[in-house]
Structures are given as structure tokens and as C-alpha cells.
């Protein structure tokens, strides 16, 4: 029987599966897209002018509060209110309290060989 790779003892476990390929999170937009004063600025040069640009501009500073609307209207928990998030944070704070005494709890019970730097 030919073998296509080198040929492994029967003891060696085969090598690890590369790790499936993880979603990553879509970056943030630059700073700079979340500001409004390049266009209000734009606005009121345009209106200073008298240029007929100014409902361009408008336009487009309608445009972006429209954007930024349908951003934060999706952001992750926009819609969980106050007192939601407040019992959130002392469900999670209970669990880590309750994790760490089961941690101390464990450490005590000298199953565990912990070097000591």
C-alpha cells in the first residue's frame, strides 16, 4: 500500500485540523464618519456664498443622520432598557463571584500542583 505523506507510527495522533475559519467582526467606520461638522460647516459656507449648493449639502447632511439612525437602531442591545441591563450586570457580577469561590474551593482541595515562582 502506497502512501501519499510520510509515514507516522501507529502511536502519533494525527496532526490537528486547521481551526475553522472565524467570522470576524466588521471593523468600525473611521471616526470621521460619525461627524457632522464637515457638512454643517459646508452648509453654512455654501449659505454665506449664496451658492446654490446648499440643498446638496442638506441633502447629504439628511442623508447622514439617516445612516447613522439605522446604525445605532441596530446596534447590539439598543433595545434593553435600564433596569434590563442593571439586572444583567448583577446576574454576570453573581457568576463570577460564585466562580471564584468554586476557584478558591478548588485550589484549596490540593488536587492541583501550582508552581510557585
Do not use: W
Not at 454576570?92 to 508552581?115: A, D, G, H, W
Request: aromatic share 4%; hydrophobic share 30%.
Amino acid at each position: 500500500m502506497a502512501s501519499s505523506g510520510p509515514a507516522r507510527s501507529a502511536e502519533e495522533p494525527p496532526p490537528p485540523e486547521p481551526p475553522a475559519e472565524q467570522k470576524t467582526p466588521p471593523l468600525p467606520p473611521a471616526q470621521e464618519e460619525f461627524s457632522f461638522l464637515p457638512l454643517v460647516h459646508d452648509i453654512i459656507k455654501c449659505m454665506d456664498k449664496d451658492s446654490q449648493d446648499v440643498h446638496q449639502v442638506l441633502n447629504e447632511l439628511k442623508n447622514k443622520f439617516q445612516e447613522m439612525r439605522k446604525l445605532i437602531s441596530s446596534m447590539p442591545g439598543i433595545g434593553v432598557s435600564p433596569e434590563q441591563q442593571q439586572q444583567q450586570l448583577q446576574n454576570l457580577r453573581e457568576q463570577v463571584r460564585t466562580k471564584n469561590e468554586l476557584l478558591q474551593k478548588y485550589k484549596s482541595l490540593c488536587m492541583f500542583e501550582i508552581p510557585k515562582e
